[in-house]
């Protein structure tokens, strides 16, 4: 929060030529708090929103936006199935969507002839989109799959993700004798995975 309240300064002091002025609106995963923010920020007077977050929280932003004509621009969302329609009209996504990066995922491993191996995903859109999407490119491949294994998502905050147990998901992958691993999964959890694969290996 506090890098991003500086980027806004200094953006803030560069656009006083531009008559320019850039707000920032912080949200939790829940939806009324999302609707909340959208709905303050609508109310200050925006002309556009960069809207960071879940797939879904993008969508219900948008949604809200397009009804005002303000266009809402996302870093962040991947979902193949967020696309321009009446209710997100104004929506530019920035991303790859999942399939497309599954499908960079499955060129790196055709490269390298990893041609066996295992999927760890998170249990939401993103790991689900890209755990489909990956095994039907393996299948048409004649890639082998041993095993799939899913982890409930904790809340979006840093102590319950600090939380995350998937020992039990990493134990069966582990017999599974998977020598690639191929993990789906927002970013922010991947340190505490690693930590607990490491773990496991010593």
């Known amino acids: ?13 560069a656009s006083n030529t531009y008559n320019l002025q850039v ?14 923010s959208v709905c303050a920020s609508l109310e200050s007077g925006v ?7 879940t797939s879904s929280n993008v969508k219900l932003i948008a949604e809200l936006a397009t009804n ?22 104004y929506l530019l996504n920035l991303m790859p969507s999942d399939y497309e990066q599954c499908k960079a995922i499955f060129e790196l491993m055709k490269e390298h002839k990893w041609k066996e191996f295992s999927i760890l995903t998170s249990a939401d859109d993103y790991g689900i989109n890209g755990m489909l ?18 982890f409930a ?11 995350l147990d998937i020992s039990a998901e990493l134990d069966v992958i582990k017999h599974s ?17 690693f930590r607990q694969a490491r773990d496991m290996a010593s």
């Not at 929060?1 to 002091?13: G, M, P, S």
């Open 133 to 150: 999407k990956l095994q039907s490119l393996a299948l048409s491949h004649g890639f082998k799959v041993h095993d799939n294994q899913q």
């Open 1 to 13: 929060k506090e890098i991003i309240e500086i980027a806004l300064e200094e953006v803030n002091r």
């Open 68 to 89: 005002f004509h303000i266009p809402t621009i996302s870093p962040s969302a991947t979902n193949p199935f967020i696309k321009k329609t009446e209710t997100t009209d």
């Open 23 to 36: 707000i920032y609106q912080q949200y939790s995963y829940l939806s009324n708090d999302v609707f909340e």
């Open 153 to 163: 998502v904790p809340h979006d905050n840093e102590v319950d993700r600090a939380l």
């Open 47 to 53: 002309v556009g929103l960069v809207a960071s977050g």
């Open 177 to 193: 004798l998977s020598k690639i691993i191929v993990l789906i999964c927002d970013g922010w959890y991947s340190p505490y995975i």
